[in-house]
């Protein structure tokens, strides 16, 4: 009996030794693995927290005019910019044990499994705040085995690199809330209309309860059920000793004011703006075009909200119902060359071609300044006079004969002065003009002002037969009103990754290219097309929209068969528009000539409603004396017509206008000149011998 006793017992010590062998070689081969697996976790390195974010563009008082998501509306904001209430609202119902785990919370996965084996599935999860991070970064939403596994090793990587801030804040910024918005600033901003670091106790446990079933748990779908939510979240902040029960119900209690989702209309301001800014993004300056997608880029354009809504308003407005018709309009700061608004056709959805910037069409008449800017140069004065007859210009180089018109063949057949060619747009003026410089002036001044595009030196371009952009020939007027410097168009300020650094930045740029005294005297002329009372064998070409604005304005209109046009500016704004058809279909100048013009008028009126009423600047060395305007004299009491001209000192006529004085009042006024002529002889003689 006794053997038997000790034959059990040796049984038993054997079973156990065997069992303890195991158990510790089991431990061993876990530890082992465990060591294995955090090895090569580390090997692997840090994992890429590649986040795609939403790029937003900025007009020039910085407010949001677009952004680019690709469905993903997400901003990054650090984590000291978050609502600490909504901190701890997400961590009280998310994962209470977030400071203190390694990634998983094994109570957690404990108890998931029980409840899935009761339920005979896999509808309880476990997942940490940093198990949620990674698989946002990583993985799919598939609940499987596979996927948690990969959960748990992506989570364990993102322990050991990244601080506990950092995987709150990454969680924070990619958690989804539902309606588009990823990450609590776009939730922010879509629920409440706030920044996330505005949040009150209220909001935060609402919009804390969202990521748990962003259709199920949307205030916008279901307000009680968001509600009840939010309920849950308040008492559990209460347990984690976060907040007190007088607070939890008065947060409660606080009556909620849901945004309006559909009052944030940004992509509908200026889109053929924000289509331009983003090529410019990409051709121009180089920056790939997945970071402009999904980069968070910060992009601080140039536009003026109030401006863009005026441009479009009154494009609108003036087209009217003709739906073929086409309109392009371009206001450039003279000071800046900053583009503050920009239309590039009636309707950008039906039609995102950007007439504004792609277009090439012949300017017409609006090519003249530039050709009247060079005769400054060679001598010409706004008095300087040519016979306007028609006529038929021959070549002896074998160049075919070109008979140019004056609209509806309205010619003085008398001579006309500078002024009064400019004012009524008189094309024979303007041919003989280009002739007597050389056509190859006329080529090398509108480049000097900035036209880039080709043009040809013929007898024609001084009427604009060569196709431009509307927005080159609009930034080349700037020339005139900003003391004669050319000024490079902008339309970005800056461009800001979404770690704050400036990968992008332009300051405006400015050239010397004209005579001060000479683009002031041209712009002196260009006022003259608005001037009714300088009528006489044609009429000023705006005097049908000069009642339209009440403020010093210059500019020159222009026409094709297929084209009408307007450029004019202020001291403080130039604008140009084009009015025509895509396809080769003729205007009809009598209904449609004049819709580029009352485009131009209404704008610039409107645009500039709260803005000082500028005169232009007049530079050292111009004298300004009364003339009249057909005969480019200086104007007597008896003349019916007066206007103030400006030339550079010292090339102002000296002579009296003749054509309305007696012989006898003539005889007084050349014995005045002679006593003047002489006086100067006599000032001059005491100069040279002092």
């Known amino acids: 009996m006794e053997v038997i006793v000790k034959r059990r017992s040796r049984r038993k010590i054997s079973w156990f030794r065997r069992l303890f062998r195991f158990s510790l070689f089991m431990i061993v081969l876990c530890m082992f693995a465990a060591v294995s697996l955090l090895t090569y976790l580390k090997m692997e390195g840090a994992p890429v927290l590649q986040v795609s974010q939403t790029t937003r563009l900025f007009d020039a008082n910085d407010a949001i005019i677009g952004e680019s998501h690709q469905g993903q509306n997400r901003y990054w904001v650090p984590l000291e910019e978050i609502s600490e209430d ?8 998310e994962d209470r044990k977030f400071y203190e785990h390694y990634g998983f919370d094994p109570t957690r996965i404990a108890g998931a499994v029980v409840a899935n084996i009761k339920s005979r599935g896999r509808a309880q999860g476990a997942s940490t705040i940093t198990q949620q991070y990674a698989r946002n970064l990583y993985l799919t939403h598939d609940k499987t085995w596979k996927r948690k596994i990969n959960e748990a090793l992506y989570a364990l990587r993102l322990e050991m690199y990244y601080t506990k801030d950092e995987i709150l804040e990454g969680y924070l910024n990619t958690i989804y809330y539902g309606h588009g918005a990823y990450g609590i600033e776009a939730a922010a901003h879509y629920f409440f209309d706030k920044k996330a670091s505005e949040l009150t106790l209220a909001e935060a446990s609402l919009l804390a309860g969202i990521p748990k079933g962003p259709r199920y748990y949307s205030p916008q779908n279901d307000f009680d059920r968001a509600k009840q939510r939010q309920e849950l979240i308040l008492h559990s902040m209460v347990q984690t000793g976060h907040i007190t029960s007088t607070e939890a119900e008065a947060a409660k209690n606080e009556r909620l004011h849901l945004a309006n989702p559909q009052k944030d209309n940004t992509a509908a301001v200026g889109p053929y703006f924000q289509e331009y800014v983003r090529n410019l993004l990409i051709d121009e300056y180089n920056i790939d075009e997945t970071l402009i997608e999904q980069g968070g880029l910060q992009v601080f354009t140039t ?19 003709t739906e073929e018709l086409q309109a392009a309009l371009v206001a450039v700061d003279p000071r800046t060359g900053d583009v503050k608004a920009l239309v590039g056709g009636r309707n950008y959805v039906e039609s995102p071609f950007n007439r504004a910037t792609h277009a090439s069409r012949s300017p017409g008449s609006t090519f003249k300044p530039f050709l009247y800017y060079a005769a400054l140069e060679h001598g010409f004065t706004p008095s300087s006079t040519l016979l306007s007859e028609a006529t038929t210009f021959t070549f002896d180089d074998g160049r075919p004969d ?25 094309n024979i003026f303007a041919v003989k003009t280009h002739l007597f410089l050389d056509t190859e002036t006329l080529v090398e001044t509108a480049a000097r002002f900035g036209i880039k595009s080709p043009l040809d030196s013929i007898p024609s371009l001084a009427l604009g037969s060569n196709g431009v952009r509307l927005l080159e020939l609009t930034n080349s007027y700037a020339s005139f009103t900003n003391g004669g410097k050319r ?21 405006p740029v ?25 009528n006489d064998y044609a009429s000023v070409t705006g005097g049908s929209v000069s009642h339209l604005v009440s403020r010093p304005v210059a500019g020159k209109s222009g026409s094709t068969p297929f084209d009408s046009w307007m450029v004019g500016f202020t001291p403080q704004l130039v604008t140009g528009v084009w009015v025509g058809y895509d396809l080769e279909k003729r205007l009809d100048h009598s209904s449609e000539g004049q819709i580029a013009k009352r485009i131009w008028a209404q704008f610039t009126e409107h645009a500039l409603k709260d803005d000082l009423k500028l005169d232009f600047h007049k530079p050292p060395g111009v004298t300004g004396v009364y003339i009249n305007p057909k005969t480019g004299l200086l104007a007597t009491d008896e003349c019916p ?26 005889e007084v006024q050349m014995t005045e000149e002679e006593v003047h002529e002489k006086e100067k002889f006599l000032d001059r003689f005491i100069k040279w011998f002092n």
């Open 86 to 93: 909504l901190l701890h609202a997400t961590l009280s119902i």
């Open 510 to 534: 400015h050239e010397q290219i004209l005579d001060p005294k000479l683009a002031f005297i041209m712009t002196d002329l260009m006022t003259g097309m608005f001037d009714r009372s300088i």
């Open 641 to 666: 017509v007066k206007r103030l001209t400006y030339y550079v000192s010292g090339t102002e006529p000296t002579e009296y206008c003749q054509l309305h004085t007696t012989d006898e009042e003539a």
């Open 303 to 321: 536009l003026d909200r109030d401006m863009q809504a005026e441009a479009e308003r009154w494009v609108e407005t003036e087209l009217g119902p």
């Open 402 to 426: 070109y008979s140019p018109s004056n609209f509806n063949d309205n010619y003085a057949n008398d001579f006309v002065t500078l002024l009064h060619a400019l004012a009524f747009s008189d």
């Open 487 to 507: 000024v490079e168009p902008r339309f970005v300020r800056k461009v800001v990754d979404k770690n704050g650094q400036v990968i992008f930045e332009k300051e």
